[in-house]
Every structure is written in C-alpha cells, then in structure tokens.
C-alpha cells in the first residue's frame, strides 16, 4: 500500500519459516508443508500456488522440524520445536486434514533438537525424538504415549537422529554435537556396538537412504562446512568428503532418481543450495543461491509432470520453487508465516531523531524513526540467515558503527548513517551465534564479544576486524547471552548458557573470574547488569526454567529468592535507575508479557503489558525527556513502545496494508461462534448405544437444520470431531501385503468357512464409533444415491474392519464368493497364472519325435569331450521346458499377488453388476446369486452390503454414525431418494443384527419440504396425511423422518465478533496494565529523570548526563494506547468493528456472506492501492472503511448492480442514489430513472440506509473508479 520510502517498517513481514516438507498423495497431487517461527504449520498445494486449508495452531513457540510419514492406516505430518511438545496431524482428504491426532506429547524438557520414524513390529508408526534434555524418546504419535523407558538419558549436546530399513531390520542413527555417531536397534532397544562414526564437533544435520547396491548410506554435516558419507552397517566412510560450503550446513535431503540412483542435496549458511551425485561425490550443476531466512532449509517434491522440484525460502521470506535439474524458478512465492524480530538498537540519530534498529528472520536490518516509523536510509543486506544481536556505538569523535551477528555465524560491521558495510565479516564460530555485546577498552578503544553455538565466547576489534585472543572455554553448552560492564578492577564479561550455568570473565585476559555461577535449571537466555540504591552492580539473568536471579558482579554471590512470574521461558531483559535511585527491571518472554519489578525487593509492579500475539525476544530501554521508553519485539513481527512507569503501550506502528487474500467458502473446523457446547451435548448423545431392541433407544436421525450459509456444515463437523476416533488394534503384517493366489485358492476351496475374520471388542473397551460423510447432491439418481451411501460406509469402516490392503482383500473376497460362480472363478484364476512355458512344453514334446527321428539320420553331436546322441537332447528339452513351465506356475500361484489376475472389484468392494474376469470366451459370468437376479438389482446389492457392514461393525464393538449434508443443494428426486434410502434403515431392512446406525442431517426444511412437496405434495390422500398446523405433506414428511430436530441457533453479537477476528486474524484492543504506585518524589534541587541501566541495550557509549526532572513528569493515569500495532488493514478494529456492525445489521446473519463480503472486499483494496496508493495510514484505513461499505453494496444486492453502476450522463447510477439519500422525491425520481422493478423496493431501503450512514457519496465515488 505504501512506497518505500514513507512506508511504516515496524510492521510484521513475510518471512520466519522454520523448515519444509513435502509429499505427494496417495492420487500423486503434491503437496508442501512449512511451518513457521511464529508457530503455525501451513500446508500448500506447491502446483496451483495456493493454501490448503486454515493454519494448523497449536505449537507456542518456533517449529524447526516436519515429519511427514506415510503407513496403512493413511498419512500423518509430526511437528515439534522450541516449546518441547510433539504434535501429529491427520494428512487424510476433505475435512480431516490438518486435524490432531490424538493428545500433544510433552515428554522433553526443552527443545526437541530432531526426529525419526519408522513402521514397527506391528506396522504401526513410531517416532524417535531426541530433546536438549538429553534424553532420546520413542513414541506412538497416533496415541501420544512413549513406548518403554527412553532409548538414551543424560547425554548432553543431542544434535540429530536418522532411520532406516536394513537386511538386519530398523537402524536409528543418533549423533551429538561432539560428532559421535551412534547406531541403534530401535525395537530391540539395543545400541550396535560395533559400529561407531566420528563426523567431527558441530554436527548438525544427517539423512539416511539405501545405495543401489542395497546397502544403507548415512550422511552427516554440520558446522564444518563438511558433508560426510558413511555406510553405517561397517562404519566406514563412502569416499571423501563433500566440500563446496564456506558456511555451515544444517540441512540435508535426499532425492531418488529414476535410475534407481539417490541425489543428495544440501544448503549452507553461505547462502547456497548444492546438489551431489553421492556415487562420485562430485557436485551436479552450478550452486543455487537466491534463498534466505532464520535457517536455511529446503524440500524436494515431484510435479505432475514427473519433474524434480527444489522448494527454498527465498527473499523477503517467501517460499519459492524452483526445477531441481534447471533452476528456473515455478510458479508464484508461497507467502504466509510472519517473519519475527529477534533484536533491537537504539541511539540518537541527530537530524533523524531517536531511531531503532530492528531484525530477526528475514536477516535484513532496518532502521527507523520511532516517531514517524519512517525508514533512515537503506535497509542493510549481508546476512543470509536470521539476525539475533544488534548492537551500536560511536567511535571517539567518529561516526556511528552497528554491529549485526546471527543464525549465519557471521559478525558484520556497518555504517548505519551511509547504510554500507565496513570491511569483510568477522568468522570464527561454528554455527549460529545468538549472543552480542560490546565493551569499551583501556584505551577507548570499542571491542566486541559474542557467543555461539559451539560454546565459545569471542572478542573482536571491530576496527581491524580481527578476533582478539584464544576463545573463552568452558561451558559445556550454547552460549545464548552475554554481557559487560566496569567492575571494580576494569572491564567485566559473564557469559550465559544452555548448560544452565553463568560464567565472569576479565574480557582483555580472558581469564576467568571466580567459579560459575549455578542456579537455574534452564538456559540462561539473557543477561544485563543494573546498580542498586547502594551503588553496586547486580548482575541479572533470565533463564528457560522461568525464572530470574540477581547476583552480586563483584562477589558472585546470589541476591534475594528468584523472581517469578512469567509462564514458561524469559528471554529478555532490560533495566533502569529511577531518579530517587531505584533500580526497575522489565522482562518478557514466551508468555508474550512484560513485568516490571522492583529490583531491590524483588517484588513486581504493577499488571503485566500485554499486546504482543506471540513471544517476545527482544528488549531495550533509553530515556526519552523525562521518561523511560521500552521497545519489545517477537513472535509476530511488530515492534511496539512501552511507558513502563504508566503501565501502557504509547505507539507501534501504523496500519500495514491489506494481507488476507481472501477466504474459502470451505466450512471451518472450528468452533468461532459458540456452538461447541452444543456440538458435545449431541455426540454424547450419539454415542449413547444404537440398540433398537432397548427399553428406551436414543433418537436415530437428527436433523441439524438452518438457512443457507448459518454453519450446519460447521456444527456437524465439530459434532463429528467430539466423537472418539475408532481405535482398532494394530494391523499384523506389512501395510502394503496383498493376497497371493495360493491364499485366494484356498479360500474358495473352504468357502462353506470363508465369512471374514473379524475384529472382536474386548470387554473392558467401551463401544467406539464409526462415522461416513455422505455428500448426496453430487448424485442424481436413486441407484446413484446408494451407491455414494455404500461407498462412503465402505471406506469409513475401512480402519475398523480392514486396515491394511491384504484384510481387505479377504474380506472383499470372503464376501462376494457368495455371489459369483466360484468355480469360473477358480478356473480363470488357474488358467491366468499357468505358465506360458508349459505352452513351450507341449510344442516340445510334439517336436521332440519328429527330432528323434531326424536325429536317427544323422551323427551324434559332440557336445564337450563326450558325443551326445540327437535323441537325448531332444528328450531333455522337452523335460526341461515342462519343468521350467511347472516351476514357474507353481512360483506364480505361491508368490504371485492374486489382484493381478483377478478384476479389482471382487477385492476391494462389492460385486454388483456382474463379474467380467474377461476369459478368452467370454462367457463367464460368475454372479448367478438367484437372489440378486430376483430382487431389485444393484440397488438390493447396495442395501444388502451395507447391511452386511454394519453388522460386521456390531460385531467389532462399533456403531455407524453418517453424517449426511447439503440435503438442501439437492434435485427434488435425489432428496426423495435419500429420505427414502435412510427409512430404510429405520426399518432394520439393512441390518440382520438390529439398526446400528445413526444419521445426522443437515438440511434447510423450507428448501427440502419444497422439494418433498414436489414429489409427494399430488398423490392421492396427500392430504390426508397432514399432521396437525402443518401446512403442506412435506412437513409430515419431515417430522415422521426426523427424531431429534435441531435448530442452528442464531448467530449472536459476540458470535459475529468472534468470526470476525477469527477470520481476519485479529486479536482485542491490548488491555492496559493500571498505573502503578508513584515513586517517592525526591527534591527538585537533586532530582533527575531516570535512566537506563548500563548496558540496558548492549553498548560501549557512556550514559547521557540526565537532566533535571521537572514537575510535570509525575505519573499519570493510564489511557488507551494512541497507536496500536495494525500489521495489516483487516487486523485494524476500524475495520473488524464496522465489519461486524454491517454483518449484524443484516437480517439473515450469515457467515457464507460474510465471507463474501471479506472476499470482494480485499481484492478492492488491492486494485485501488494499484491504482492509487496512499501512504498515509489514516487516509488508508478510512478508505479501507468506505470499501468495506461498497463491498456490502455489491454481495448483499446482486440484483441491482447493473442500474447503480450504469451510466446516467456524467455519473453512475450509485453516484446518483448517494446524493440523493436525504430528499424523497429525488429518491423516488432516480430509482425510476435507473429501472429498477418493485420487487426491488426493500433492497433499496436497506440500501439508502446504509449511503445515509456511511457517507454514501464516498463510496459511490469510489464503485465508479474501480467499476
């Protein structure tokens, strides 16, 4: 919506994807999977460019790994990251994708650093993670439980996980960061000890796959730059290793190429993607570099057309796709994650004001006026990872110098005045580097000191660019803070980190001062110093276990009980000394709040800030005239001003343009308008026992009934999810195991025992449910109609009756022997795996007299050193060909897969109409069950096997449930059909074992009472049959269907806000915390305002002199925030209230058009800020509000768009109505003018109240410039 240079840049940005995955569906569609620092997972359809789906939520803090794993019983997507927890997600079609699976697992303390799966035993997934606890754990993700004790405990610097499937079984290869490969027998729970593989310290990353040879090839990397190939059953590497990286590697994946070879590729911190053919260890093709982002991170995916795909994320955060052989970028940047801010600098930028420096994943630094939000000078681009430290000084009498450092390993040095970097980057730390501060020298001079993922600490000349000494060892973890200030004896350094430990360092000898210091049993993620009442110098730390210390510098020595507060990790910290001396202290962390408190008693003041949607990482404080300002920045890419005297957010940023691009029709899954009570109260009520032959059987068809657009789909959707899951016992054998002729043999030859083998319920387990989705309006007939039911109850009960492919198979086959002519059946099967060399055999054994007795004519061949009478070959030939033809069928009927030789509906369905096995006569026709040729055809067939299924069902433990909805998009004679398909059940027709089944409705009764009106409404004694105040047959209809009628309550206020938010993204105004206690005033002679403790924001500079505090800087009341973070227009209350006045306004509340509305809406805003940008964010928001107001005009009266937007002389109808809302008579005169009917005249009132309300001539205007 803005240009560049008067653009707001404290808006949140594309960017922050955590990693990639990527699969194709079991019907070959592509598909992708990103997950983001903001903790979201979006799933993609790479081809088309667009979303599948609303974002899968649930994670509180950055996602780092995707796991999509495939297995019979369908496919899953397993998540985790920083907040520790391990999430799986349905990937099944339709409504089931992106639902959770089962409970979240919670079982590492700390962030779980990689992941593996695998099938086990009994087929079912199984999941390896390892945390930063130290601990590897095996799980079930279907269930969420860890199976056993964990596979290995207390080792410190778990780094990365493989799996794979040898010839000796599952292998899971488990490294740390020391580069120590071990090998494990997951199932046996036992480590391979003679196998061991030495990558070298900083490993990061591994893959595993098996080489054409059918070994198996492990490859590692990490912060070396280095890949390594192994074969991990002999622990010997595979050729050299790979080198091309000049950065570190965290990402390697693989690719199978048509040949059967393996592509390995990998990216860099460098900034490049390289491909490897892993036989030679040579490069394929030239490096790729155009991606950027918090890590580097990339997927590999197949295109419909067979091609490789490389999906990366590239500049400003978008995710691109690129040809894997070519390069050539496909299709437009994915865009969807928001890329979070991870550090701050401030200072005084003179002519420019106060200004902020801010970054984080999208690894680009801007610089901006607080006031205005304006940008100073040009974004600075080097990195090419995220950025995590920024800090800012100013040489003696020389300009200002910004120093930048993070997920690349590189420490860069800019001029932020000229917006250029100052010589090459300071390298040295293998890794990430996530800690940076700086201190002034004996000699004035500016050094810097940072801290990595390899454990070290560092010290710089920022000048020379040259590290300064030997790095500082000893802590046996990340370094995640630092920090510095002037001791008693010069300059002091301490030094946080993931070992939980706190070291004090002399930062020009490198020495260090005194013994850690031990407290906290997390990370230690941030550190500042501050000075008491008393004039000595705390040093202040925050920590991952939730907590915050103080220590005194100098003695080392702990100060008071902790201070706790925050819910989960602290991750930053600033602090200040108020005039009278005291010491005030902020934090912030993942909980997304800020506390102040009294750093001398410990106590916190005040109510937490609140406004942030998500973590906050970063944290500074300066003074500002009389007062202190905060800045803090996180999860959701804004950055937002603090008071922290008053307890109030002054100002962010202003409005960001629009970035919704619009929202599916698709019903939500969730519950956005209060209606989840009412979804639970009737899946209890389904799932209380279907027994007709009970003393008081629950109700078994409700009907969810409601206007067009209210949420039926909705309801039944949360209805459905409050039912349990069926949870069957895990399938024997392989998932993809087919039946072997032999088996097929077999089972016809003992029929009279062939019923399928089913699952039984075991006592103690309560009845489950099983539910189908039947969607009738895509079916035109009656026969069409059951065909669809039986098809959706077949593949419901699928989980239940037939998990895996072989059950399946014989349960098909068990059931339709009964109906086709076994014996064709096993004569075609016979004769279709006999080996055509028994063929070859018959012609030898004709040929082979004819043989002998030329033979007899001729001499004996000499075959070696011995002569061979002709006879004898002749004989041997024709035995050797019946052998080979005997041998060959008895392999075919032993080995063979029976669904090669047979039709596949006999294995995979019902047989219905007939059996053509497609023999050489074509004659066969094995389906003479009498009973099919005397009753009603395939529709009886349909009937009878559901039947069949539900009793199966029953016998299994498990009630059907089948949801049936848009009964009202239906013809007339498909409503009928399906009404008259669900009496028969009611009539037990179906079911030999009693009604087991249940159906819930959704339906609009006026539009299908018309319909049953139109086929029954003129039949004799039609009625006759009227029930009571009825007032046409189709309500007798209806009432005699429907046992539990439902209404979809209406949509209330509340409700309507609540989609709204929902919808656009948008969270309530921030509270404001109440205004703490006013300090002690001290006297004005002495009094001064406060200032930020040293270093509150990591600097060299000495602090300001502070001027005199006047008397009018005493607190105030807290008043509403002046400016609060929009990111985007439809995130702005300006926006979502009027939205929500509009919608409520309406006289049917419908969320259809709603969506509508939203929908025309944003593409307005777009074509307009194409045509005619703003910069200014009032002006934006106001037309945003008069769109929102056309937007309505346009979906809510289709009917009259051609007369208000035709032209009248100079003007548009529209134009016309607007300046003519407040005198009747022109009102009367242009409507008739324009055309329109009288059945248009409640349309206009509406109409004419809303161009009253909302200044209608402005909208007018605006329709005729864009229509």
Same mark, same amino acid.
């Given at each position: ?63 780092? #790994? ?69 601990? *590897? ?22 780094? &990365? ?202 690894? *680009? ?249 998500? @973590? ?8 500002? @005239? ?14 937002? #001003? ?93 998932? $993809? ?27 103690? $387990? ?97 075959? @070696? ?21 005997? *041998? ?214 000495? &602090? ?7 008397? &009018? ?76 107001? #056309? ?77």
């Amino acid at each position: 919506m803005f240009d560049g240079a008067t653009t707001p840049l404290l808006a949140p940005r594309p960017g922050g994807v955590g990693t990639l995955a990527s699969w194709n569906t079991l019907d070959g569609e592509p598909r992708l999977a990103s997950s983001g620092t903001d903790g979201t997972i979006r799933i993609w359809d790479p081809e088309r460019g667009v979303g599948i789906g609303t974002p899968l939520i649930g994670h509180t803090a950055a996602v780092w #790994l995707l796991t999509m794993w495939r297995w019979s019983g369908g496919e899953i997507l397993v998540s985790t990251g920083e907040d520790g927890t391990i999430r799986t997600w349905s990937l099944g079609s339709g409504d089931t994708t992106g639902e959770p699976i089962g409970a979240p697992v919670a079982g590492h303390d700390g962030w779980v650093r990689a992941v593996a799966m695998w099938n086990g035993v009994g087929g079912s997934p199984r999941l390896a993670s390892a945390g930063t606890d130290g601990a *590897v754990r095996i799980w079930d993700p279907l269930r969420g439980t860890m199976v056993g004790k964990p596979l290995v405990e207390g080792h410190d610097g778990l780094a &990365a996980m493989a799996s794979w499937h040898g010839t000796e079984g599952t292998r899971l290869a488990v490294a740390d960061n020391d580069g120590a490969i071990r090998i494990w027998d997951p199932e046996l729970r036992r480590q391979v000890t003679d196998v061991r593989l030495e990558h070298g310290a900083g490993l990061w990353t591994m893959v595993a796959w098996i080489a054409a040879d059918g070994s198996p090839r492990l490859a590692s990397a990490g912060n070396d730059g280095l890949i390594r190939v192994w074969n991990p059953d002999t622990g010997a590497p595979v050729g050299e290793p790979l080198r091309g990286h000049s950065g570190w590697v965290p990402t390697l994946v693989t690719w199978a190429l048509p040949d059967g070879g393996t592509r390995l590729v990998s990216a860099g911190t460098d900034g490049t993607i390289r491909s490897w053919d892993v036989e030679t260890g040579q490069p394929v093709g030239e490096p790729f570099a155009e991606f950027a982002g918090s890590l580097p991170t990339l997927t590999l995916w197949t295109a419909s057309n067979g091609r490789g795909r490389l999906t990366f994320v590239g500049a400003r955060g978008a995710i691109r796709t690129c040809d894997l052989e070519t390069g050539v970028l496909q299709g437009e940047p994915l865009v969807g994650h928001t890329a979070g801010l991870w550090a701050l600098a401030s200072w005084d930028a003179g002519m420019h004001g106060r200004v902020l420096a801010v970054s984080g994943d999208d690894a *680009v630094i801007r610089i901006v006026n607080v006031e205005t939000g304006d940008l100073v000078g040009r974004p600075l681009v080097g990195h090419t990872a995220g950025v995590w430290g920024l800090v800012s000084w100013r040489d003696h009498a020389g300009p200002r110098r910004l120093a930048s450092t993070g997920d690349d390993g590189t420490i860069r040095i800019w001029r932020p005045d000229t917006s250029e970097v100052l010589g090459r980057p300071l390298t040295g730390h293998d890794g990430w580097v996530p800690a940076l501060a700086s201190w002034r020298r004996p000699s004035g001079e500016v050094a810097l000191v940072s801290g990595g993922l390899d454990g070290t600490v560092r010290r710089w000349d920022p000048t020379a660019g040259v590290q300064l000494g030997e790095p500082l060892l000893g802590h046996t973890g990340w370094v995640m803070a630092v920090t510095t200030w002037s001791g008693s004896a010069g300059p002091c350094l301490a030094s946080g980190s993931a070992d939980g430990t706190i070291r004090r360092w002399d930062p020009e000898t490198g020495s260090p001062i005194g013994e850690p210091l031990t407290g906290h049993t997390g990370w230690v993620r941030a550190l500042i110093t501050t000075v008491d009442r008393g004039g000595r110098t705390l040093l202040i730390s925050a920590s991952y276990d939730g907590s915050i210390r103080r220590w005194d510098a100098e003695s080392g020595e702990p100060v008071g009980a902790p201070l706790l507060g925050h819910v989960g990790r602290v991750a930053a910290l600033a602090a200040w000394v108020m005039p009278s001396g005291e010491s005030r202290l902020a934090s912030t962390g993942l909980d997304g709040t800020i506390r102040v408190w009294d750093i001398e008693t410990g106590e916190q003041i005040g109510e937490p800030m609140t406004g942030h949607r998500g @973590g906050i990482w970063s944290l500074i404080c300066w003074s500002e @005239g009389n007062d202190v300002r905060l800045a803090s920045a996180g999860h959701d890419g804004a950055v937002r #001003l603090w008071d922290p005297q008053r307890g109030r957010v002054i100002r962010t940023i202003e409005v960001g343009p629009v970035s919704m691009w619009g929202i599916s029709d698709a019903p939500t899954k969730n519950d956005l308008v209060g209606r989840d009570r009412m979804a639970r109260v009737l899946a209890d009520q389904l799932r209380r026992p279907a027994d007709a032959g009970g003393s008081s059987p629950a109700p078994t068809v409700i009907g969810i009934d409601g206007p067009w657009g209210c949420g039926k789909t909705t309801l039944m959707y949360l209805v459905r999810r409050h039912l349990p899951p069926p949870m069957p016992e895990p399938p024997n054998g392989g998932a $993809r195991e087919q039946l072997t002729v032999d088996q097929v043999l077999r089972q016809i030859h003992r029929y009279s025992d062939a019923a399928p083998v089913l699952p039984t319920r075991p006592e103690a $387990r309560p009845r489950g449910v099983v539910t189908a989705w039947f969607n009738p309006w895509a079916h035109q007939s009656g026969e069409q109609v059951w065909a669809g039911l039986a098809n959706e109850i077949i593949e419901a009960a699928a989980v239940v009756l037939y998990p895996t492919e072989r059950e399946r198979e014989r349960y098909w086959l068990a059931r339709n022997l009964g109906r086709i002519d076994r014996h064709a059946i096993r004569l075609t099967l016979q004769r279709r795996t006999r080996s055509s060399i028994l063929g070859l055999a018959t012609s030898a054994a004709v040929v082979a007299p004819v043989a002998i007795a030329i033979a007899q004519l001729g001499a004996p061949l000499r075959i @070696g050193h011995e002569d061979v009478p002709p006879s004898w070959i002749a004989i041997l030939v024709a035995v050797a060909t019946v052998i080979g033809g005997v *041998v060959h069928t008895a392999l075919r009927r032993r080995f063979g897969k029976a669904a090669h030789y047979l039709p596949s509906e006999l294995l995979q369905g019902p047989v219905l109409d007939g059996l053509n096995v497609g023999d050489d006569d074509g004659t066969v026709d094995p389906a003479p069950d009498p009973l099919r040729r005397a009753r009603a055809g395939s529709l009886y067939l349909y009937q009878h096997n559901i039947g069949d299924i539900v009793d199966d069902l029953d016998t299994a433990g498990y009630d059907l449930v089948v949801f049936v909805d848009d009964l009202d998009r239906c013809r007339a004679s498909t409503t009928a059909d399906v009404f008259e398909a669900i009496n028969l059940f009611l009539a037990n027709v179906t079911s030999r074992s009693g009604l087991r089944a249940r159906f819930v409705v959704g339906l609009d009764s006026t539009v299908v009472v018309a319909h049953l009106d139109s086929v029954y409404g003129n039949q004799q004694g039609a009625v006759a049959g009227l029930h009571a105040d009825d007032p046409s047959p189709g309500w007798a209809f209806l009432r005699k269907l429907i046992q539990l009628p439902v209404v979809v309550p209406l949509i209330l206020d509340d409700g309507i806000r609540a989609f709204v938010d929902s919808v656009t993204g948008r969270d309530p105004l921030p509270p404001v915390a109440d205004a703490p206690a006013p300090p002690p005033v001290a006297d004005a002679a002495t009094e001064h305002p406060p200032v930020p403790a040293a270093p509150a924001a990591p600097s060299a500079e000495a &602090a300001a002199e502070p001027t005199r505090l006047a008397e &009018a800087a005493a607190p105030l009341a807290p008043s509403p925030p002046t400016n609060p973070a929009w990111p985007s227009l439809e995130l702005h209350p300006g926006v979502g209230d009027l939205l929500v006045r509009r919608i409520v306004a309406q006289p049917d509340r419908s969320l259809r058009e709603a969506k509508r509305l939203l929908n025309v809406w944003q593409l307005y805003v777009r074509m307009l800020d194409d045509i005619d940008p703003v910069s200014d964010p009032a002006d934006a928001l106001t037309r945003a509000q008069r769109l929102l107001g #056309l937007s309505e005009i346009v979906t809510r009266w289709p009917a009259l768009q051609r007369g208000l937007h035709q032209l009248v002389g100079s003007r548009r109808g529209l134009q016309l109505l607007a300046a003519a809302v407040d005198d009747d008579d022109s009102w009367r005169r242009i409507v008739q003018q324009l055309g329109f009917i009288p059945e248009s005249g409640r349309a206009l009132v509406n109409l004419r109240s809303l161009l009253r309300e909302h200044d209608g001539q402005r909208i007018a205007d605006l329709a005729a410039r864009l229509m």
